[in-house]
């Protein structure tokens, strides 16, 4: 018995120091004298989200979708400025982006055009502060069948945010401020050997109507980072702070004679903005590795999932 035991307490302490210098290395592995170097923390990026890639398609396969609908608030809840303590802050964010996040990107040289596939085109201006990579990115896409409205809907509706969004582990609405706004608290699922990110944000959806009545009307969502009593940073995640907007408008080619307008004559024209800091460290290369593979695929996934939840559906105008 004496012996056995004395066995069994040398593999426990085997086993303790095998996990000490597992957690030793995983606490030296993110931060810039980090112990693995950059190729190897690309590599281990690449492949954990390779990994998760193989999982979503197999998820995307088994899972049945339940079509949900959450009430749609009445169009003027929509187009009007809100009454909650972050109304103001919402409307600046709001006509930044109607300013300048819809500019054309032709002749501006600090953008760079890193990816063009069919209809989207994706452009990152390279920013660095204190080491950490904020480079703001923007994307347009063009989309048959669906509306502004329609496209604005699914992204902003939390009901069905795990249908479409494979990055986040959790998420909980935080508060509701009005029939348009919500403060959202979510972690995103960690990809070794980068720490896990979180964030905390403000969504409002909107609508901008039209000066020029030859204009469509503009749909509109924006998150950005907030803090809340209720969602405080923690030692568990590194928080991340954002701001995103999606841009939609709805180009309609009138069908021929007095026919019904069908989701064969509308396109919604997307304008995708996104500066992100992600707080911590993880090489600027990686950082932009990742965006430049990560966007793309974003935008082609969720704007199918709406062509795929709106088809056969009465048009959301």
Sequence with gaps: MMKREDSWQK???RELEKRKRVEDAY????GPNSL???????DAVEAALDRQDKIEE???SEKVRIPRLSPVPPGDAYSTIGTHRYAIKVEENVQNHMTYSLQDMGGDANWQLVIEEGEMKVYRREVEENGIVLDPLKATHSVKGVTGHEVCHYFWDTAVR???ETTIENFNVVETLSDNAVIVYQTH???????QRDVLYLSAIRKILSTNENDPDTWLVCNFSVDHNDAQPTNRCVRAKINVALICQTLVSPPEGDKEISRDNILCKITYVANVNPGGWAPAS????VAKREYPKFLK?????VQEKTAGKPILF
């Design 36 to 42: 693995i170097n950059e190729e190897e923390f690309f």
């Design 58 to 60: 197999q998820c995307h």
């Design 162 to 164: 795990m249908d479409w």
């Design 189 to 195: 699922k960690r990809v070794w050997p980068a720490s």
């Design 27 to 30: 606490k030296s592995a993110e």
């Design 11 to 13: 593999r426990v302490d």
């Design 286 to 289: 990686v950082l932009r590795a």
């Design 301 to 305: 996934r969720f704007t199918s999932y």
